[in-house]
């Protein structure tokens, strides 16, 4: 079981910018594929990006390509959101998440996924 704790989530501008880190601890040595999910209040749980194993492939959701970006450290057992060009909309509480070790690809999938982190706020101001 992997234990994953998001960080860097807060208050910004609209057209500001965040980066959120997720770490990973525990027994088992790596993660498989990453994700980044995002619940508003009153709204379901909707994938944000996803990046595989090895960090070569990624994919984001239609209303944050060209403005996030996701990527990894695997020596140091970490993933990353930076946000760009944040919107009001963007606004909602961000969860990282990972897949088995061997769940190498990208999912978009909030099923496909064994860990999850207890979630970061991210609060865009107009």
């Known amino acids: 079981q992997v234990q994953l704790v998001e960080s860097g989530g807060g208050l910004v501008q609209a057209g500001g910018s965040l980066r959120l880190s997720c770490a990973a601890s525990g027994r088992t040595f790596s993660t498989g594929a990453m994700g980044w999910f995002r619940q508003a209040p009153g709204k379901e749980r909707e994938f944000v990006a996803t990046i595989s194993r090895s960090g070569g492939s990624t994919d984001y959701a239609n209303s944050v390509k060209g403005r996030f970006t996701i990527s990894r450290d695997n020596a140091k057992r970490a993933a990353y959101l930076q946000m760009n060009s944040l919107k009001p909309e963007d606004t909602a509480v961000y969860y990282c998440?990972?897949?088995?070790?061997?769940?190498?690809?990208?999912?978009?999938?909030?099923?496909?996924?064994?860990?999850w982190g207890q979630g970061t706020q991210v609060t865009v101001s107009s």
């Open positions: 998440a990972a897949r088995a070790p061997y769940n190498i690809n990208t999912s978009y999938y909030s099923s496909n996924y064994d860990s």
